[in-house]
């Protein structure tokens, strides 16, 4: 036997037992492209910028994210804090139903940027 087959036939593992074969094996790229500000949509319209059209991004197989990057983004044209009228802002719902509870006819809806909930 070759040194293969000492290595791999001896402990009962076939030819398709290797860890290369995983499409996840080598995805050192992917943590790279991160690390260096790669991020994807949801992250980029956090912090208010946006995807420029007709973009197209980095798929990541393994991580199974679509990535951009800064170049590929602009700053958004409608980005706002809520929390500069916080008077209608709230960090957690509860606080929000009792702002619904003591004004009638009122409604609240979670916050454009996604954390806590504002006065409709």
């Not at 040194?3 to 076939?14: L, R």
């Not at 991160?34 to 798929?59: H, P």
């Not at 606080?95 to 004004?103: C, F, G, I, T």
Request: with cysteine.
């Amino acid at each position: 036997m070759g040194d293969w087959e000492d290595t791999f036939g001896a402990a009962g593992m076939s030819a398709d037992f290797a860890p290369w074969d995983s499409p996840c094996w080598n995805d050192d790229w992917e943590h790279e492209l991160r690390a260096i500000g790669y991020l994807t949509l949801k992250e980029w319209n956090a912090s208010g910028r946006v995807i420029k059209a007709g973009e197209k991004g980095t798929f990541l197989p393994c991580a199974k994210l679509m990535v951009f990057s800064e170049s590929q983004t602009e700053l958004s044209q409608n980005t706002h804090n809520p929390r500069q009228n916080a008077s209608s802002y709230f960090d957690d719902f509860s606080e929000a139903l009792d702002w619904a509870k003591r004004n009638p006819g009122k409604s609240i809806t979670r916050s454009p940027d996604g954390k806590g909930f504002i006065a409709k």
